[in-house]
């Protein structure tokens, strides 16, 4: 019986096809060279830590385990999550800068989370700095933040169930728009992105 591929194994091949170094390949995604032996072996990797590797490799590995879900442990919930999450920011990565050129929109994304930054500062995913609208990961970046007082939460939905939400700092009166990163096509990415610059950049002013 041909024993089952785990994305770990799956990545070490990729590594091996391009004749990569793996004391380069070590420094390219930002850890030691024992670290990469112990990617190998996994069968589950951090998000952010995939995304560097698939850039590194020029391989879009969130695409594999979406058509492959067999390839990481889905034997908990928090894994099928993970998965879910990782189809998701796959998806979102592929298609919203192209979207958002086709738009005539800065597509510049910002994620991380900056050095320094307080641990319990609850960050979104992803960012449109331009325009301040934040991606969050399963759930509303709004969500975490419904009672704080400095905070004004408003939710708007578009006829076809689009649904985002505005948050206004009382004392800055600065707004951000949050949008729930889960997995969308294409099609529902562009409804999407239209209905907020249609809803609060209408004006031009962006």
Request: aromatic share 12%.
């Amino acid at each position: 019986m041909k024993a089952k591929l785990s994305l770990g194994k799956l990545i070490e091949t990729e590594v091996r096809r391009q004749q990569m170094h793996i004391s380069d390949f070590a420094d390219k995604i930002l850890c030691g060279r024992q670290n990469v032996y112990k990617i190998f072996d996994k069968s589950s990797i951090h998000v952010d830590q995939l995304m560097r590797i698939s850039r590194v490799l020029k391989r879009n590995f969130f695409k594999e385990i979406a058509e492959d879900p067999s390839l990481i442990d889905i034997d908990s919930e928090e894994a099928i999550q993970e998965m879910e999450n990782r189809r998701a920011v796959s998806q979102f990565m592929e298609v919203v800068p192209n979207l958002l050129y086709k738009m005539g929109k800065q597509p510049v994304i910002a994620f991380g989370r900056p050095l320094g930054m307080e641990e319990d500062v609850v960050l979104p995913d992803f960012m449109l700095t331009k325009y301040w609208i934040t991606f969050t990961k399963g759930t509303f970046l709004s969500e975490q933040y419904i009672s704080n007082p400095l905070f004004e939460i408003k939710v708007y939905e578009s006829t076809t169930g689009i649904k985002v939400y505005s948050m206004t700092n009382i004392h800055k009166r600065t707004r951000t728009i949050d949008v729930k990163l889960d997995y969308k096509t294409e099609e529902e990415w562009e409804e999407t992105l239209r209905f907020i610059f249609d809803t609060f950049f209408s004006n031009g002013n962006d």
